[in-house]
């Protein structure tokens, strides 16, 4: 393997690690966790749940982006405010995901029966704190495979969400393909716009 695709190796460990503990959690014998707190003890919840759907929602920002990034040069003025704001947003959103994410693990691996959707969701966790050092160093070192990686995890851990997350993770990614074809209409009719004045 060429020195430039060195890179590929630890992307390739998480995401096989990742689907072993998916593979898992829905084969393995692991509905006999440890006892945990009881369900009506669990006051703080809700608030933890509700984390990460937020933090599913900043995912669903994030990568809007990746499609959003190649209309720098649109022809609609509107399509090219949204790439500024979602140029910077993408990076705030990751680490808002990342920290949220973290928190929701944390409490429910502290004070939760361990469940299959605790193995789904160490997976997740696991593709997005790769997704993010590999953001982290897109703009630090040079090499062209890096962005290809951080693609290639952000959907596998968009994958990832919907088996762990299943109806607000469907909605969201369905949100971000109904705004791209948003996105796609508002450009085209700027190009329509531009052809009848030019002609």
């Known amino acids: ?7 590929f190796v630890p992307a390739v460990v998480v995401a096989l690690a990742s689907l072993a503990l998916i593979f898992y959690a829905f084969f393995g014998t692991i509905h006999q966790g440890p006892p945990g707190i009881n369900p009506e003890e669990r006051g ?22 990746l499609r959003l990034k190649r209309k720098r040069k649109s022809p609609s003025p509107l399509v090219k405010k949204l790439v500024k704001l979602f140029d910077q947003a993408h990076r705030l ?7 949220l994410i973290a928190a929701h693990g944390i409490y429910f691996l502290t004070q939760s029966r ?29 090499n062209k ?14 994958v990832v969400a919907i088996i762990h997350a299943g ?9 971000t393909i109904v705004f791209w074809g948003l996105v796609w209409l508002i450009e085209r009719k700027a190009a329509q716009s531009t052809e009848n004045r030019a002609a």
């Open 44 to 65: 703080s919840e809700g608030l933890f749940k509700t984390m990460g759907t937020i933090a599913v929602w900043c995912a669903a920002i994030s990568y809007a982006w």
């Open 114 to 142: 361990i469940k299959d959707d605790t193995y789904t969701g160490i997976a997740g966790f696991a593709l997005l704190l790769s997704l993010g050092i590999y953001g982290f160093l897109i703009r630090r070192v040079k």
């Open 145 to 158: 495979h890096l962005r290809k990686i951080h693609f290639l995890l952000a959907t596998a851990f968009a």
């Open 93 to 99: 959103a990751g680490y808002a995901v990342i920290v």
């Open 167 to 175: 109806g607000s993770a469907i909605i969201a990614i369905l949100s």
């Open 1 to 7: 393997m060429k020195h430039g695709r060195s890179v």
